[in-house]
């Protein structure tokens, strides 16, 4: 039996049980606590380890040119316990890896109850862990129970922790037509670290907009689920809701036309959809007031109407949804533990990542992350420019906050090429031949890919070089 003290983790998810296996592959024994069956939630139906509750696919498995796919990669090459049970119970699903999702979990379930270094325990943590836990990695996803909620909001100073969230679309910057859009703030204020021209603004002529206004009340609607409770966080309503309440009402919000010149036209814009910076480098940009329940397929339609974003890529879609999740820019360090009570990690979705395959992820870091820790190794984050890199930045300081989106600005967000340092398109293929368009697009996602790859090679070999020491 190791003689190392175990690290405790709390959530037997996607976040945990990788988590949990990452450790153990260092050689540093974990205690899983998992609730279930002792207490279960409205969302899961078994009490096996890494249980998909929604959907069982873990989306693209294209590497080259999709960044989920990605980073799918990049857990395989990082000896993933969830990519290695994913690709074992794949089903045929065309690009994208499905899994059988009880055979999935079984396995996972398996994989971590056999293995030595792992104990579980089954129960609620209720509260704060004991002191004498003195590495703790919280994994409890979006359902985390209210006795942990409570006393996470308590620790951190946070005011909620469970709400709906109202998520607002994000775009790529590089597919917003910029001979139609321009740069500005409302009578060129410039705010704390701004320039007068903070925000990417698209014009509406009185025929768009009310067209468009018609395109949004006229939209096909998510419905909530019955477990989900009240909707709405902090009085942030839905475009389409605020729509509803008279066909000018966007007009006075926040589409409002006020304070702005279009240099592209002498006319007066008669509404004005205003986009704002989202991430530190500048290649995602979110439309401001444009939290949405509308189905994902109409959002792409509906806003598209928009002049200037009529080849919009989306970075995310809206959403609202009832969710928990931390305020990471600002609660957590760029190795997931808590500023204020560092013998705790977090990871998961309660992070602040979207979707399996990111909460996945997340966890992979944590453990690896706190299994350095306990072994008195180097903490080493993977490179920038890697797809774990990427998302790991994104969540603890790659997102900016500012002082009109509202009190709390960071939302989930899935893997996307977004999240990486730039990297400019190619002009040329191997071929030597000149790329057009679409094939340019390709080709530079190629490129990130390769070089996200190579990076994370020469970062999982320094590790490995540094366990051997």
Same mark, same amino acid.
Request: hydrophobic fraction near 40%; aromatic fraction near 8%.
């Given at each position: 039996?190791?003689?190392?003290?175990?690290?405790?983790?709390?959530?037997?998810?996607?976040?945990?049980?990788?988590?949990?296996?990452?450790?153990?592959?260092?050689?540093?024994?974990?205690?899983?606590?998992?609730?279930?069956?002792?207490?279960?939630?409205?969302?899961?139906?078994?009490?096996?380890?890494?249980?998909?509750?929604?959907?069982?696919?873990?989306?693209?498995?294209?590497?080259?040119?999709?960044?989920?796919?990605?980073?799918?990669?990049?857990?395989?090459?990082?000896?993933?316990?969830?990519?290695?049970?994913?690709?074992?119970?794949?089903?045929?699903?065309?690009?994208?890896?499905?899994?059988?999702?009880?055979?999935?979990?079984?396995?996972?379930?398996?994989?971590?109850?056999?293995?030595?270094?792992?104990?579980?325990?089954?129960?609620?943590?209720?509260?704060?862990?004991?002191?004498?836990?003195?590495?703790?990695?919280?994994?409890?996803?979006?359902?985390?129970?209210?006795?942990?909620?409570?006393?996470?909001?308590?620790?951190?100073?946070?005011?909620?922790?469970?709400?709906?969230?109202?998520?607002?679309?994000?775009?790529?910057?590089?597919?917003?037509?910029?001979?139609?859009?321009?740069?500005?703030?409302?009578?060129?204020?410039?705010?704390?670290?701004?320039?007068?021209?903070?925000?990417?603004?698209?014009?509406?002529?009185?025929?768009?907009?009310?067209?468009?206004?018609?395109?949004?009340?006229?939209?096909?609607?998510?419905?909530?689920?019955?477990?989900?409770?009240?909707?709405?966080?902090?009085?942030?309503?839905?475009?389409?809701?605020?729509?509803?309440?008279?066909?000018?009402?966007?007009?006075?919000?926040?589409?409002?036309?006020?304070?702005?010149?279009?240099?592209?036209?002498?006319?007066?814009?008669?509404?004005?959809?205003?986009?704002?910076?989202?991430?530190?480098?500048?290649?995602?940009?979110?439309?401001?007031?444009?939290?949405?329940?509308?189905?994902?397929?109409?959002?792409?339609?509906?806003?598209?109407?928009?002049?200037?974003?009529?080849?919009?890529?989306?970075?995310?879609?809206?959403?609202?949804?009832?969710?928990?999740? %931390?305020?990471?820019?600002?609660?957590?360090?760029?190795?997931? +533990? /808590?500023? #204020? $009570?560092?013998? *705790?990690?977090?990871? !998961?979705?309660?992070?602040?990542?979207?979707?399996?395959?990111?909460?996945?992820?997340?966890?992979?870091?944590?453990?690896?992350?706190?299994?350095?820790?306990?072994?008195?190794?180097?903490?080493?984050?993977?490179?920038?420019?890697?797809?774990?890199?990427?998302?790991?930045?994104?969540?603890?300081?790659?997102?900016?906050?500012?002082?009109?989106?509202?009190?709390?600005?960071?939302?989930?967000?899935?893997?996307?090429?977004?999240?990486?340092?730039?990297?400019?398109?190619?002009?040329?293929?191997?071929?030597?031949?000149? %790329?057009?368009?679409?094939?340019?697009?390709?080709?530079?996602? +190629? /490129?990130? #890919? $390769?070089?996200? *790859?190579?990076?994370? !090679?020469?970062?999982?070999?320094?590790?490995?070089?540094?366990?051997?020491?």
């Amino acid at each position: 039996m190791s003689n190392i003290a175990p690290i405790h983790i709390i959530g037997g998810g996607l976040a945990g049980s990788e988590a949990a296996w990452q450790a153990v592959q260092l050689g540093v024994p974990v205690v899983l606590h998992e609730m279930r069956p002792r207490r279960t939630t409205e969302a899961h139906s078994t009490d096996g380890f890494a249980e998909m509750v929604c959907s069982n696919s873990f989306r693209s498995d294209d590497w080259a040119n999709n960044a989920v796919g990605l980073l799918h990669e990049e857990m395989r090459r990082s000896r993933s316990l969830i990519l290695a049970a994913a690709d074992r119970h794949k089903l045929p699903a065309g690009g994208a890896l499905a899994v059988d999702r009880d055979a999935f979990s079984a396995d996972v379930t398996r994989a971590l109850t056999a293995h030595p270094l792992v104990t579980v325990e089954r129960g609620e943590v209720a509260g704060l862990p004991p002191n004498t836990w003195d590495s703790v990695i919280v994994a409890t996803g979006p359902l985390t129970s209210p006795d942990l909620s409570r006393a996470i909001q308590a620790l951190t100073g946070e005011s909620d922790l469970a709400f709906f969230d109202a998520i607002a679309p994000i775009i790529h910057y590089d597919s917003i037509d910029q001979s139609k859009a321009w740069k500005q703030s409302r009578y060129d204020k410039a705010g704390p670290g701004g320039t007068g021209a903070d925000y990417i603004n698209c014009a509406m002529s009185r025929e768009q907009y009310e067209a468009f206004i018609s395109a949004l009340l006229a939209g096909d609607k998510t419905e909530f689920k019955q477990w989900e409770g009240t909707p709405y966080f902090d009085g942030c309503l839905p475009i389409e809701v605020m729509a509803e309440r008279g066909a000018e009402t966007l007009r006075f919000g926040p589409m409002k036309p006020v304070g702005l010149t279009n240099p592209h036209v002498s006319e007066r814009p008669w509404a004005v959809v205003q986009l704002r910076q989202d991430n530190a480098l500048g290649t995602l940009w979110n439309m401001v007031g444009f939290q949405t329940k509308l189905k994902h397929g109409e959002q792409t339609r509906i806003f598209r109407m928009i002049p200037g974003l009529e080849n919009a890529e989306f970075a995310r879609l809206g959403g609202l949804h009832r969710n928990t999740f %931390l305020n990471s820019p600002k609660l957590l360090d760029g190795v997931l +533990r /808590l500023k #204020a $009570e560092p013998r *705790l990690r977090f990871a !998961g979705q309660i992070t602040g990542v979207e979707g399996y395959v990111e909460s996945a992820a997340i966890g992979l870091l944590a453990g690896r992350f706190a299994a350095s820790e306990r072994l008195g190794r180097p903490i080493s984050p993977p490179p920038a420019n890697t797809a774990l890199g990427a998302l790991i930045n994104h969540i603890t300081g790659g997102h900016i906050e500012t002082l009109d989106a509202g009190p709390r600005s960071f939302q989930p967000m899935n893997v996307n090429f977004g999240l990486f340092p730039p990297l400019a398109a190619p002009d040329k293929g191997a071929d030597g031949r000149r %790329l057009k368009g679409k094939e340019r697009g390709f080709a530079k996602k +190629r /490129l990130i #890919a $390769e070089r996200a *790859l190579l990076e994370l !090679g020469v970062w999982l070999g320094t590790a490995e070089r540094s366990a051997a020491e």
